[in-house]
T-cell receptor, first 111, second 115 residues
């Protein structure tokens, strides 16, 4: 089983839709979690960190479920500009920082 | 967020030559830098992790003699692709994390084409 797993998609949704991605991780000792966004032929950019209590930034909401070992990203009111690959990153290193990337979930928002 | 630069952004070279890519953290001290490779429409693949002043830790399957990594200071790491071959053509991305930041920040990437 891979350490960090994501459904590669693509998720094809119309503008205005709500879409959610999950990311599961295998190491129960994982400490920190992040969502990155990567546009085609560009570097990944940090979208948001994922806190135990969950966090929201505008149309984006991230949640952590430690019991089931997954994190989620919810995007409300999708925009065309949200089309990208969303990468889940899990720090599996315990005290040190060892990031493990999921393979990414592709989102396509169409008019 | 922090800024990480990478140079060059694009390089085209002949087979057999060596190419050096620089990764700099511009406004923070990067205790750890990561080097990734990404082929078209594929996921990021971690090549190695380097901590300032110590030898890099390479992922399984990555040849350390072919991909030389130097992390001589808290703001600079270099990746040298030695004796490059066409199959080394890829998008190479560095990232950095430091004591102030729990997350990592990525450089803009270097697109290497080996003819």
């Amino acid at each position: 089983r891979k350490e960090v797993e994501q459904d590669p998609g693509p998720f094809n949704v119309p503008e205005g839709a709500t879409v959610a991605f999950n990311c599961t991780y295998s190491n129960s000792a994982s400490q920190s979690f992040f969502w990155y966004r990567q546009d085609c032929r560009k570097e990944p950019k940090l979208l948001m960190s994922v806190y135990s209590s969950g966090n929201e930034d505008g149309r984006f909401t991230a949640q952590l479920n430690r019991a089931s070992q997954y994190i989620s990203l919810l995007i409300r009111d999708s925009k065309l500009s949200d089309s990208a690959t969303y990468l889940c990153v899990v720090n599996t290193g315990g005290g040190s920082y060892i990031p493990t990337f999921g393979r990414g979930t592709s989102l396509i928002v169409h008019p | 967020g922090a800024v990480v630069s990478q140079h060059p952004s694009r390089v085209i070279c002949k087979s057999g030559t060596s190419v050096k890519i620089e990764c700099r953290s511009l406004d923070f001290q990067a205790t750890t830098m990561f080097w990734y490779r990404q082929f078209p429409k594929k996921s990021l693949m971690l090549m190695a992790t380097s901590n300032e002043g110590s030898k890099a830790t390479y992922e399984q399957g990555v040849e350390k003699d072919k991909f030389l990594i130097n992390h001589a200071s808290l703001t600079l790491s270099t990746l040298t692709v030695t004796s490059a071959h066409p199959e080394d053509s890829s998008f190479y991305i560095c990232s950095a994390s430091g004591t102030l930041y729990n997350e990592q920040f990525f450089g803009p990437g270097t697109r290497l084409t080996v003819l």
